[in-house]
């Protein structure tokens, strides 16, 4: 604590606050611009071009960029076309060994990348260093151990890979993205040209040093950098046989409207208005801090976030109260800080327009309540953890995905009344339910229409468990077996 008291003043004084706890940066090294990752080499631009990649905490630029074009495209296509055939024709068991160098090397690394990863995205150094980093490296470990073991994950069919992937990934989860995606392919025997998103590129860049070190051959993996016009490239290449995106459902429709009637194989991960359901039987403390994991920590950017809290009417008055106390000891503030809850918003354009949605429910009627906690000064991109409550199930805020540290708040009477309000969205990825009846979870689990349920506990990831949502939230599963059926075409016997 920062100021020093006796005990008694301590106690009744509710002004106090942790001391800075900032991990350290120093061993960090950076260079001052980074190439495409094409062959195993880094290579510049075609068109000589660059952008920078900024801190969102400081607003200041990080590292310059190369910007992919469709000569780089090419040239990464005919590198993963041409490794295709030697590694289809490498034992499991030696595709296996190079995911699990990749995974130990990640491992060995894991404070470097867990700083570069808030660094460049905004996340809490907490959530970077205890599920980013660690659950990369466990996607590949579990991976490297299906690579020689597909005739028992698809026992009797003769499982072949698709061919050359194109992997297209958000900014939320970076690294994480990048390995739930590039482990199955590779394990399957697959090659891959992977795009991180334009506000996030160095964990994918740190990745492709990662991927060169443990030998991997040439052309297996290759990391564009750019902005959509690069993705864009990429699904529309014709040497290329699978596509997976995870991103906006925007521009997931689009690139399904783009693959109509071509050979293309496509999973979707796009977004999500999941409902937290806090029933009037459950544990209202544990439920109220599985709430405020669901949406507040890592800034609401996260697909599956419980946006929508759905409460009992019986206990909504204390859920209420009890949501509000803990949000005002919420620490918005430098994602370095191992104290930070919440981190820096991504970029300028995704502070702008959670903003808007800010506007946008205060202008349909609905209550406002933003924790009074101080934001950092300078010229980061910063929002305050917001409840909106008083609100209709046809409101702006309740219908779409902020992306933000945002909670919509409804009451329900019955379960029926929940799950009709639950599954009452165009979206179907995540969902939470809260009760101390083992029934009311069955009840609750079956009738809710999203890919992934919690029950009394929210946003929890493991490798072995698969992931993807119904409706416009997306096409196919990524984790687990299913993750590895996406990767692959049966040439049954
Ligand atoms: P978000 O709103 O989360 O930024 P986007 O869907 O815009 O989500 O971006 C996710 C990823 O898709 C990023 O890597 C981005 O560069 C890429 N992307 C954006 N537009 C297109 C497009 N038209 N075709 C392919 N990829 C795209």
Redesign the pocket.
Known sequence: MSKTKDTFSLQFDTTWQYDAAPESASHIRLQKGYDLFIDNKFVPPADGKYFNTVNPSTGKKIAEIARASQADVDLAVQSARKALGPWQALSGASRGKYLFRIARLIQEREREFSVIESMDGGKPIRESKTIDVPLASAHFFYYAGWADKLEYAFPGRNPKPVGVAAQ?????FPLLMAAWKIAPALATGNTVVL????TTPLTALKLAEIIRDAGLPAGVVNILTG??D???M??EHPDIDKIA????T???K??QKRLAGTHKKLTLELGGKGANIILEDAAIDQAVEGIINGIYFNQGHVCCAGSRLLVQESVADLVIRKLKDRMETLIVGDPLDKNTDIGAINSAAQLKSIKKYLKKGLAEGTELYQSSCELPSGSGYWCRPSLFTNVAQSNTIVQEEI?GPVLTLQTFRTLEEALEKANNTFYGLSAGVWTDKGSKIFKMTSGLKAGIVWANTYNRFDPTSPFGGYKESGIGREGGLHGLASYIKFEDR
Request: charged share 10%.
């Open positions: 297209i990934i958000p900014w939320n795009k991180p998103a334009e902005a959509g690069t993705g864009a990429m699904v995106f995870t991103g906006s925007e521009v997931g689009l690139i992306f």
